[in-house]
C-alpha cells in the first residue's frame, strides 16, 4: 500500500518536474532562495497572469500574507495576517522562508535588521511576504532573479 502511494507521488514529482523545465516562469521563480519545485509550479498556476495584480503587495494580499489593520484618527495598528485566499500556496511560502532562515548561512542584511526587532515567526512571514512579492515582480516584469537587484522608486 505504501509502496504504490511511493510510486504515484515519484509520477507525479517526475511530471511536475518535466513540466517545469518546459515552463519558463516557474524556471525563473524557482531561482529565488526558499522557493522549489512545488512552490514555483504551484505559484505559476495559481497565479496565471501577473499583470492581472496592480503590485506584489495586491498579490501577497491575495495569498493572505499582508498584516490586517485597523485604526483610527490617523494612528493605525498592524494584526496578524489575514489567512485569507490560498492556503496552499501561503503554506509553502511560509516553509520555503522558514527552511531559508533555518538553513541559510547569508540570509540577507534585510532579514538581520528585522530579526533584531521582531520575533521569529513573524520574521517568518515577512520573508514569505517578500518572496511572494518578489514572484509577482519576476513574472509581471519578465525579468530574470538577481539576488543583489534593488528596486528604484521612480522619481
Excluded at 513540466?19 to 512552490?39: C, E, F, N
Excluded at 501577473?50 to 490586517?68: N, Q, T
Excluded at 533555518?102 to 533584531?116: C, D, L, M, N
Excluded at 520574521?123 to 525579468?143: D, G, Y
Amino acid at each position: 500500500m505504501l509502496g504504490r502511494l511511493d510510486e504515484q507521488i515519484a509520477q507525479i514529482e517526475q511530471r511536475l518536474q518535466a513540466w517545469m523545465k518546459q515552463d519558463p516562469a516557474s524556471k525563473t521563480i524557482a531561482q529565488i532562495p526558499g522557493v522549489g519545485l512545488l512552490t514555483a509550479t504551484a505559484a505559476v498556476a495559481t497565479m496565471g497572469d501577473a499583470k492581472a495584480f496592480k503590485s506584489g503587495r495586491e498579490f501577497a494580499a491575495w495569498l493572505g500574507l499582508v498584516p490586517g489593520q485597523t485604526g483610527t484618527g490617523g494612528r493605525v495598528r498592524l494584526l496578524g495576517i489575514s489567512k485569507r485566499g490560498d492556503t496552499y500556496l501561503r503554506t509553502l511560502l511560509i516553509h520555503g522562508a522558514r527552511a531559508v532562515l533555518t538553513h541559510s548561512k547569508q540570509p540577507g542584511a534585510w532579514v538581520e535588521q528585522i530579526r533584531k526587532r521582531r520575533p521569529n515567526n513573524v520574521v517568518t512571514v515577512a520573508l514569505a511576504n517578500k518572496m511572494a512579492r518578489t514572484i509577482w515582480a519576476l513574472l509581471a516584469h519578465e525579468r530574470q532573479y538577481d539576488r543583489r537587484y534593488v528596486s528604484v522608486k521612480p522619481a
